[in-house]
Every structure is written in C-alpha cells, then in structure tokens.
C-alpha cells in the first residue's frame, strides 16, 4: 500500500512539473543558505583557528600594561622568570629584551630589531633552524658575541648564500662584529616578534654588547596543555600577576589560544544567528507547500470522490497527500543541499579558507525539510481526507 502511495504520488508531481518546481523553490534557498553559511562558519572558525595556531597556541606572552607601577618594576625582574617556569601548566619561560640596531655585512645593510634569546626560544617559539644552530646554554654562559639571523634577513645581508660563519657589523656609536651561527627557516610572526626579518642574541650578551635596560620589557612562556589547559593557564597567571601587583591588568597576560577560543565563539554565534535567519526561508518554502497542496486539493476533488467512491479510507487519501508534500521537500532539500555545497565551496576558495563542511548541518537541514513537508502537508492532506465522496463527485 505504500508503495502504491508512492508511486502515485510521483505520478502526479511528475504530471505537474512547473508546480512542482515552483513548490520546492522555497526549501531549496532555505536548505541551500542553511547549509552554506555553516560550511562558510566553519571553514571561517578552521581558517582564523589555523592562522593563529602558526603564531603558536602553546605559547602566552607576558606584558607590562600602561601604568605598570612600582610594584610592577620590582616584579619584573630576570629572577622571575624561574618562578614563572614553575607556575602550574608553564614548561619554559624567557625574559625579553629588544633594540632597533643597523646591521651591516659586506656591502649590504638593514635596519632591523635585535632580540635577547635564550635556548628556551626554540621551544616557546616553536622555531626551526635551517642552517647551522640556535643560541645554546654555552653561549649564554660565556656571553658569546654570536648572532642567530631570521630567513629574510639572512637574504638581504647575504643575497649570495653563506651566511653561517660570516660576520655581521652592528653599526652605532661603538660598533659590534658578531658571528653568526645559524639561519631560521620561514615563520610567521606573533604578538610583535618579526621571526623571519630579526635577528637573535644570547641574553647575556645582549645585555652587555646592545643595550642595558632597567628591566626585561617582556617574557615569553611555554604552556603545557597536557597539564592543564592553556586558556586556564593564561588566567591563571592574570590573577596572580593581579594579586602580585595589588592592580588589576597592571601586567597584561595573553595567548593564541585565548584569542582562538573568543573568535570561535564570535564565529559560532554569527554561523548559528545566520543560519537562523536563513532557516525563516524554510518556513516560507513550506507555508508555499501547503498553498501549492491545498490548490491541489481542489484541483483533485473529484479524483479524490472517485477514489473514496471506490473504497478509498480516509487514511489512504491522507497519506497520498502527505507523501506528495514530503516528496516535494525532500527533493528540495537535496537539490538545496547540493546548492548549499557548491556555493560554500567556491566562496571558501575565493576568500582563500579550507573548505569544510559539516556533516550535521547537511544532515539536520535534510531531516528539516522533511519535518517541514509533514507539518505544512498535515492540513491539506486531512481536508482532502473530509471531504464527502458525494460532494466531490458532483464537483465541477
């Protein structure tokens, strides 16, 4: 019986094919958007995650805020950077210095920023050597005059190659010759450190052959998710710092991952307000439904006289009509599901995110269209089920 319902229900859409397409409009744009923005939301959230993930989501920098204070001075210190190491959830900690120098090899020259490194850098950093090596505890103890140059800078102070062992001048009142001893390989920069353009001392020498300063102007930390969650970690040591200091946000504390998380948030909350809105189109498509059926109804009253004339149950005339509805809403929850992929896709690309699309949304808005044929299809299919065999075969 069923199946007969089916098969007749197909007989008569496909007899109508310009209402039928008209019918289904509706549920097409509405699956349609519903599925391309939350593949766009998704791809959008995938995008920032990856972008920020590169600054590195293990790593939460340490700041002095605008009005730091006395206790602040005090606090910020080389000496914390070993009670920092020792905060629940931190692997490594660094102090931070930097100083804008001239540096010159040979015939070539650049105006670029110099930072104090210790071998932590690498860790913290998540940072890659492609020629030669990094800062060491060696070099740290004997105050090396050596240099550690970024990828880009190493190509302008030395376009033709061998940069490791060559010496760099850093120009000023009392020039200093340096060594360098190593090249990163290409790595994006983060919170204002310029990895692939910079150049990196050992902290103790820097301290001695570039500038003096009264305190470090930052420090640098290596999160340990596995111990506790970095987000955590981050506030963690905003409320220390907050109580240390006896001022709220005297010392700025911040992380990729806290970063990620809100923009997660702000992405998810956009995705899922628009995709409500196109989800009113639904509505729409399946308020077109029921016009479209009830017009039908009409059209089919003495069908329906003759059907129940012949022994037609109200149940049968009821599930005829309603397997029409979901059979339009079905095919145009599809139709707007492949819609929604097409579009999603080629938007992904043309803004440069990796596609992703998320199984749940295609399944929730093709289970969606569906609900939405039974409920708009009920009235139809049970005015069509009441009325009197005798009235509808004597309708002209």
Do not use: C
């Not at 791809?43 to 602040?72: D, H, K, M, W, Y």
């Not at 010496?167 to 919170?191: H, M, N, Y």
């Not at 052959?209 to 340990?224: C, G, H, Q, T």
């Amino acid at each position: 019986m069923i199946l007969e319902h089916m098969r007749s229900a197909m007989r008569s859409l496909w007899g109508n094919k310009l209402r039928t397409f008209l019918s289904m409009i509706g549920i097409v744009i509405g699956v349609g958007s519903v599925v391309a923005i939350t593949a766009l939301g998704e791809s959008a959230r995938a995008s920032i995650t990856s972008q920020i993930a590169q600054a590195g989501l293990e790593t939460i920098t340490v700041n002095v805020g605008r009005r730091p204070g006395a206790a602040v001075e005090r606090l910020f210190t080389d000496d914390l950077v070993e009670e920092l190491a020792r905060f629940e959830g931190i692997k490594a900690a660094a102090a931070v210095n930097r100083a804008s120098a001239q540096l010159k090899a040979g015939a070539e020259s650049a105006s670029e920023q110099i930072t104090s490194a210790t071998p932590a850098y690498l860790d913290i950093f998540s940072l890659e050597v492609k020629e030669g090596r990094f800062v060491t505890e060696a070099d740290m103890l004997d105050r090396s005059a050596v240099v550690v140059l970024g990828s880009e800078l190493a190509e302008t102070l030395f376009p033709d190659g061998g940069a490791v062992g060559s010496a760099v001048r850093v120009l000023g009142s009392s020039p200093k010759q340096l060594r360098v001893i190593g090249v990163l390989e290409t790595r994006s920069d983060t919170f204002g450190f310029s990895f692939d353009s910079g150049a990196f001392m050992p902290r103790s020498s820097f301290l001695v052959r570039i500038a003096k300063p009264a305190r470090p102007e930052s420090f640098v930390l290596w999160a340990d998710p596995d111990a506790r969650d970095v987000v955590e970690t981050a506030a963690g040591l905003q409320a220390w710092f907050d109580a240390e200091t006896g001022t709220d946000n005297a010392v700025r504390v911040q992380s990729p991952s806290t970063i990620a998380e809100t923009m997660s948030g702000v992405t998810d909350t956009l995705s899922g307000f628009l995709a409500g809105i196109a989800a009113i189109s639904l509505v729409v498509g399946g308020i077109g439904i029921m016009n479209i059926m009830l017009v039908s109804v009409t059209e089919r009253t003495r069908e329906i006289g003759i059907r129940k004339a012949l022994g037609a149950t109200p149940a049968a005339i009821r599930v005829q009509f309603l397997v029409e509805a979901i059979y339009i809403t079905l095919a145009g929850g599809f139709i707007g599901l492949a819609l929604g992929m097409a579009v999603s896709k080629v938007a992904s690309g043309f803004l440069g995110w990796d596609f992703i699309l998320a199984p749940s949304s295609m399944a929730v808005a093709v289970v969606f269209s569906a609900a939405t044929g039974i409920f708009f299809g009920l009235y139809p299919a049970a005015r069509a089920a009441r009325l009197d065999p005798v009235v509808a075969l004597s309708y002209e």
